[in-house]
Structures are given as structure tokens and as C-alpha cells.
């Protein structure tokens, strides 16, 4: 009886000390958090590849600290509806060397941006994924005066509706080196507002 009466105080006891030392589990990062860091991993990828790849666009690539971006905010991935073109078809755009480039022309998309209506022509490539050259007001202070692109999966189009995320904005490798040709923005993708994301000028 006298063995039962201790092993009965004990049992408790010491489940108590095994359920306190058991280390607390953590919460998963929230996707704002998560895409960020996405962000941050894709952006020092990009820099290794413009300091080492034979391709770069980067003329000295020994003095190359890597490219400047607006900090990361969840509020710049937004959802825009889509009007599909009634006859999808290639179409020519502009190139900055006086050439021109077929893409097929997807269609419109538009959402409300700081209490704007804001519009873009959406192109896409032979793999069916999406591509948006725009210019905002940022430029050409702080974003390279010739616009900036966006390069977006095939999956991100939903219900009708396209996931644009401006933190993922990227500069033509004509910014960088004038040997290199890239399309120009069409008027219709030139923004009455300030896109305060993606990559910006040193």
C-alpha cells in the first residue's frame, strides 16, 4: 500500500514536468511573411546571376553591389478582373532599338488601386504565361524612365481574375546596358499612380 500511495503522487508529477519541457510548437508564418522571404531568396538569386552569368546584363560586374528594390508589402499582390480580347491574336510592340516584337495580346485587366480605376493591357508568351510592361508615376526618379516589367504564371489567372504582384516589378536589361533591346510599355500601361514596389533605382 505504501509503494501504491508514493507511485500515485509521483505519476502526476512527473507528467507535469514532461508536458512543460516539451518544446512549444510554432505557429506556421503568416503569407504576407512567407512571401517576403520568397521575395528576399529570389532577389539574391537574381544579384548572383547578374554578378556571375555569362548573359548579364551588367557591364562591370566586379563593382556590382546588386539591385535596389521598395521594401515588400503584402498590400501591392492584388487581384485584378479580367476582359479577355474578343480575338486573341499576336499583335507587334515596340522595341527601345526601333525593332518590334510579336506577343499575343490576353487581354485587359483592372482593379481599384488607391481609390483609382487602374487598367493594363496584359500580353502573353508562346508558354501561355503573362506578361505586363507598365510605367508609373515613379518614374523616371526613382524607377528607370523607360518602365518596368512584370513576368507572371499562367496560374496565377483564377475566375477570372489575374494575381499581379508588384513587388515582383522588375527593370529591362536595356536599363542596365544599352546594347540590349526590350519592348516598350504601351501608352495604355502608363499609370496615373505611384507603384511603390519592386525594383527601384540605386
Known sequence: MKFNRWFLILVPILALIIYVSLPESQPAPARSTADSLASVESRQAKDENFRTAEDSPIPNKAQFKGLSYFPYHASWSLLFDVKRATKMGKIALQMTDGGLDSLIQFGEISANIQGKMVSLV??????GDFFIPFKD??????????????????????????????NQAFFPYCAYNSTFACPIPPKANNLNIRVEAGERNP
Not at 518614374?139 to 504582384?165: C, F, I, S
Request: aromatic fraction near 12%.
Open 137 to 166: 508615376k515613379t518614374a523616371p526618379t526613382e524607377t528607370y524612365g523607360g518602365g518596368r516589367y512584370l513576368e507572371l504564371p499562367l496560374t496565377n489567372l483564377k475566375d477570372n481574375q489575374l494575381r499581379v504582384d508588384f
Open 122 to 127: 496584359v500580353y502573353q508568351h508562346d508558354s
